[in-house]
């Protein structure tokens, strides 16, 4: 999978200065006010400070990523908010020493897990599927990546799919036959976005970034990679973590857990969107899971750990049975 990333030279920047940097912008924003650090989080290509001043707790987010620009995160959510979708405040963002930052309010409930009831599993998948319905309303200029203005940098949504998930390495490598290849590239071609105006995506769609009450209703929509193109990326993503889930924890494909979740969070998004999704969109979806799943297939096979790789061969066996299924 070809996508833009943190360099380990980035990275080691971003951890070695993080808290220099995240003092320095407390205490910009919040002058002589008292403030106190109550948490560290340490993610992959991030740093996460919980804070606590005199009106309450606040969330610091730190990142070098490329594609992590805090003015469209900040911009993301404004718009996600007036949609009535639950997201965190932003109250400053910029970037200080290369590492950007955005300090937000805090939020309730807790980042999605497979801990909680089954009931409660089914209430987060239907507001994941109503919320990313409205997000779908809007508009954006270009395709792919933003740029620091929030225009996507590419010309059309092919063209994405071209630059960052080309999977020609993958009939390379045997791990489908040539049928199954000649399939995927002709989703691919029925993927084409028919539409000349773009929307914005969320880009991250994912369990993690969805903060759940104890009944399980989201309280917060968090961690947007903004990008430009068609609404059912963010669909599939759902859909391509709920797999990737569903490989990590050995079950199989038509496991009906998963399945029940996938369901769910499908229906509520027809019916907030108001009819069934057209074939041509079904396809699409089926497309994007499949491509997002082979790219996730190849990070994972790199690793080269046992665990890894076990996860790795069953994400690979649910896209071939639902190339099958295709």
């Known amino acids: 999978m070809i996508r833009p990333r943190t ?20 205490r910009m924003y919040f002058g002589g006010l008292y403030f106190a650090v109550l948490k560290k989080v340490k993610r992959p290509q991030a740093v996460v400070y919980i804070i606590k001043n005199q009106s309450g707790k606040a969330v610091l987010r730190l990142s070098c990523s490329p594609i992590y620009n805090v003015t469209n995160i900040a911009n993301s959510y404004r718009r996600y908010s007036q949609l009535g979708v639950p997201v965190p405040t932003p109250k400053v963002s910029g970037a200080l020493n290369d590492i950007q930052y955005i300090l937000m309010n805090y939020v309730t409930g807790e980042p999605f897990t497979f801990d909680i009831a089954e009931a409660a ?8 599927g109503r919320y990313l319905t409205r997000l779908r309303q809007l508009p954006c200029e270009g395709f792919g990546y933003l740029d620091v203005a929030g225009v996507g940098i590419l010309s059309d949504w092919s063209e994405f799919l ?13 791990y489908i036959t040539q049928a199954e290849s000649d399939l995927l590239h002709a989703l691919k071609r029925h993927a084409e976005y028919p539409e000349a105006q773009s929307r914005l995506l969320h880009g991250d769609y994912k369990f993690k970034n969805l903060f759940t009450n104890s009944d399980g209703t989201i309280s917060a929509i968090t961690d947007p990679q903004p990008l430009a193109g068609d609404p059912l ?6 859909n391509h973590f709920s797999y990737r889930e569903q490989a990590r924890q050995g079950r199989s494909y038509g496991d009906s857990l998963f399945v029940n979740i996938r369901n769910r969070f499908k229906e509520a998004y027809e019916a907030e969107l108001g009819r069934k999704l057209h074939m041509s969109e079904v396809r699409s979806v089926i497309c994007y899971e499949i ?21 790795s061969r069953r994400m690979l066996e649910y896209l071939r049975q639902k190339l099958r299924e295709v």
């Open 7 to 26: 360099t380990p030279d980035q990275l080691q920047h971003l951890f070695a200065s993080g808290d220099s940097v995240a003092e320095e912008v407390l």
């Open 121 to 128: 599993q089914q209430n987060a998948a239907a507001d994941a």
């Open 162 to 174: 071209q630059t960052h998930y080309p999977l020609t390495w993958i009939r390379q490598r045997g």
């Open 233 to 238: 990326w963010d669909f599939a993503t759902f």
């Open 291 to 311: 491509i997002t799943g082979f790219g996730k297939v190849e990070d994972l096979l790199k690793g080269r750990l046992d665990e890894v790789e076990g996860e």
